[in-house]
């Protein structure tokens, strides 16, 4: 399987980013241990803290033939509309995932205006999130 894991604004620095919400692990070391769990599959890694850059990494994501998107649009996903169509108009299953559990903290992160379109999501398990999300999508 081809799978594409999305990070959206302010997700390229995890590690030295409020490590007391996302943890002290660095995403490049997280990202090479995954792809060996994950060995008989292909990991791409995006990342862009632009709305119409990861609009479009979607929509290339469909085009390339990805089978699976993860995505952590990061503050975009309470507020980005066009995210949200984005992942309703490709053809790839999109996972979202968050680091942090938003549930446990201000009232503006409760409300996801992507998840709906979404195969699922998964919130607060640290970057283990994107583990489990590439567990559901490649098995
Ligand atoms: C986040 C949660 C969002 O509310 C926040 O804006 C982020 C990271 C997470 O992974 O926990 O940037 O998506």
Redesign the pocket.
Known sequence: MKLLIIN????GNIGRREPE??GHEDFEPFLESLRKKFSEHEIIYKQSHHEGEIVDFLHNADKEGFDGVIL????Y??SSYSIRDAVAAISAPTVM????N?YA?ENF?HENVIAAKCKGVI?GFGLK?YELAARSLAG
């Open positions: 959206g604004p302010n997700l919400i996302y952590n649009a990061g503050a996903s309470h995932v968050h680091i942090s938003v903290r992160r919130t999130s």
